[in-house]
């Protein structure tokens, strides 16, 4: 019986070892959070990448250094662009001759424009002799027909004659009527022509149109009508040429020379090159983070993961402080997909294979002067998680 006593006795023992063993293993990272600084200060992991291939020119800020107001950190320029300035270079002698072209057609088109304002002047000049002229022989015509209307025989004469001479006396009325009637119908004549030359029309004695009429013909404005529609297409073509040519300078300039910036407040924790190093477009150049936006890494255990959810509180207590933050939680990620220095700029100490994960957005950070805290380590509590609910967790009661 004594046997039996001590063989249940040691099978008692034996499951009590086992099981504390099993709590300490299970509960091992759950204690480990909250009696030893594991975490860590993090922040997003910001990388820029050279935009273009090139030679850096300026010094590259220092870890940890001021950036500045500007944001300039690093600055890139590609003397060796032989075919881009090429490009540039046809560009530019294009835009050129398209100009060139443009202001010959304007200066024909000035010196056409002078041409017909003489012809014009002249044409009107010999338009007001023409009406002087009109004018002239109407009022000569008109003197003429007074003059014989004057002179003509009276019909008192012409009564008083005896029969045998009144056949010549009739044959002479008859002939100034003649001519009078014929000098009206020149005068006629005259009236329409003044009149039509007043509406710029000019028409000589036989209908023709004076040789000087011509002289401000319809070829010269078909001309100017003309040169003005190749002034506008060769307009239109320097304003091609000129955008074309900005097109390339622009794209010349972003090849050739290139300003990398950050924001002001941000640090740099990372330089992969210095002053006079080449890069190679896409080539890593450094890496920054934020400050004002500051993360803690909280390495849990995955019994503990699933009580603690996102926008829930957690205190945390940074390395070298006395005073307690609240934060609140961000993310939360499995033992199989946590975020690692691809992706945060630090990660947790704590941290190794078979642990989750969460991040703790610390929220507006006050550093009162004092450098960027990433890397810190940081004392995290969740105070809506405790030793109990995650033994419950772990054994689904």
Request: hydrophobic letters at 40%; a negative charge; one cysteine or more.
């Amino acid at each position: 019986m004594t046997t039996a006593r001590k063989s249940r006795n040691w099978v008692f023992f034996t499951a009590i070892i086992v099981f504390v063993l099993y709590a300490a293993w299970m509960l091992a990272p759950y204690l480990r959070s909250i009696l030893v600084r594991d975490a860590s200060v993090t922040s997003w992991a910001q990388t820029v990448n050279a935009p273009v291939a090139g030679t850096i020119i300026s010094d590259p800020p220092t870890t940890s250094g001021a950036i500045g107001d500007e944001g300039h950190v690093v600055r890139i320029r590609n003397d060796r662009l032989f075919r881009e300035a090429e490009a540039v270079l046809q560009h530019r002698i294009q835009q050129e001759h398209a100009l060139e072209r443009v202001h010959e057609l304007e200066t024909y088109a000035s010196e056409l424009d002078q041409l017909i304002r003489d012809r014009a002047k002249r044409t009107e000049r010999y338009a007001a002799v023409f009406i002087e002229r009109l004018e002239a022989s109407k009022r000569a015509l008109e003197q003429e027909v007074d003059i014989l209307a004057a002179h003509g025989p009276s019909e008192s004469e012409n009564d008083l004659e005896p029969a045998p001479l009144n056949t010549a006396a009739t044959t002479e009325q008859v002939d100034v009527e003649e001519h009078i009637a014929q000098l009206q119908a020149e005068l006629s004549d005259l009236d329409s022509r003044l009149q039509a030359a007043a509406d710029g029309v000019f028409l000589e004695s036989d209908g023709s149109d004076p040789s000087w009429a011509h002289v401000a013909d319809l070829g010269l404005e078909a001309e100017r009508l003309r040169i003005r529609l190749d002034i506008a297409e060769a307009q239109a073509l320097h304003k091609e040429a000129t955008s074309a040519l900005e097109a390339q300078e622009a794209e010349y300039q972003k090849l050739r020379e290139a300003d990398i910036v950050i924001p002001s407040h941000a640090e740099v924790y990372e330089i992969e090159v210095g002053k006079g190093s080449t890069v190679a477009a896409g080539d890593i150049l450094l890496r920054w983070v934020d400050c004002d936006n500051l993360l803690v890494d909280v390495p849990v255990s995955d019994a503990e993961l699933p009580l603690i959810r996102p926008g829930s509180q957690a205190t945390i207590l940074l390395e070298g402080e006395s005073e307690e933050r609240i934060g609140t939680v961000h993310l939360t990620r499995g033992s199989s997909a946590t975020l690692d220095e691809r992706t945060l700029a630090a990660v947790a100490k704590g941290r190794h294979e078979g642990l989750a994960q969460v991040l703790v957005d610390l929220g507006e950070t006050d550093l009162n002067g004092n450098t960027c805290p990433l890397g810190n380590a940081a004392y995290v509590e969740f105070p809506d998680v405790g030793l109990f609910d995650v033994i419950r967790a772990r054994l689904r009661l």
